[in-house]
């Protein structure tokens, strides 16, 4: 079955990413959490960004805070598409630090960047690439989104 990694650059970052495991777990798609810290286990995000790809994961949800370079470096070394998490962490100044140095890739090394603590949105966005080639999971999206529009047009009626 196809599998979605979640890695963070650290566990403080995971009430932010939590959004991310949720949402996934609520489409019943595999998922593996894992802490990678590009400046701390450089080893590990290397063996990890290497070989997820060999492991029946097809899309990488990275986030990081700061000086936040762990997508990136995901995506230099791996084919998989990489979504970054920009994490507004105790160390970034404002959450521009974390938006910017994960949003602004060079040309050649893309990250599918959200919004600052976006992890929702990632989740949601690793599910659609997945339900381009899994009927199952598109079908999931669908409901997914009926339910959006179901809740606003509820939420009219109050007024
Ligand atoms: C980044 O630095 C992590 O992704 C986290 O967002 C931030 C702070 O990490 P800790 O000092 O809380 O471990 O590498």
């Given at each position: 079955m ?10 403080s970052?995971m ?6 495991i ?6 019943d798609?595999?998922?593996?959490v894992d802490i990678?810290?590009a400046h ?16 029946g994961?097809?899309v ?6 700061g000086?936040?370079h762990l997508p ?6 791996s084919?998989l ?11 970034s100044?404002?959450g ?5 140095s ?6 050649g090394?893309?990250?599918?960047t ?6 929702k949105n990632?989740?949601?966005?690793a599910?659609?690439?997945l339900?381009c080639?899994?009927?199952?999971v ?9 339910g959006?529009?179901?809740?606003v ?5 109050d007024l």
């Amino acid at each position: 079955m196809s599998k979605v990694a979640i890695i963070m650059g650290s566990k403080s970052d995971m009430p932010v990413m939590q959004d991310a495991i949720d949402i996934l777990n609520s489409f019943d798609i595999e998922i593996e959490v894992d802490i990678v810290s590009a400046h701390r286990t450089p080893e590990k995000l290397y063996e990890f960004s290497k070989n997820a790809h060999n492991r029946g994961i097809k899309v990488i949800i990275a986030g990081a805070g700061g000086a936040a370079h762990l997508p990136g470096m995901v995506a230099s070394m791996s084919p998989l598409p990489v979504i970054g998490v920009p994490v507004k962490s105790s160390n970034s100044i404002d959450g521009w630090d974390s938006v910017l140095s994960i949003l602004q890739m060079p040309g050649g090394v893309p990250v599918a960047t959200v919004a600052l603590n976006g992890a929702k949105n990632a989740g949601i966005l690793a599910a659609q690439i997945l339900g381009c080639s899994d009927q199952c999971v598109l079908d999931k999206i669908m409901v997914y989104k009926e339910g959006l529009k179901a809740k606003v047009i509820d939420s009219a009626k109050d007024l």
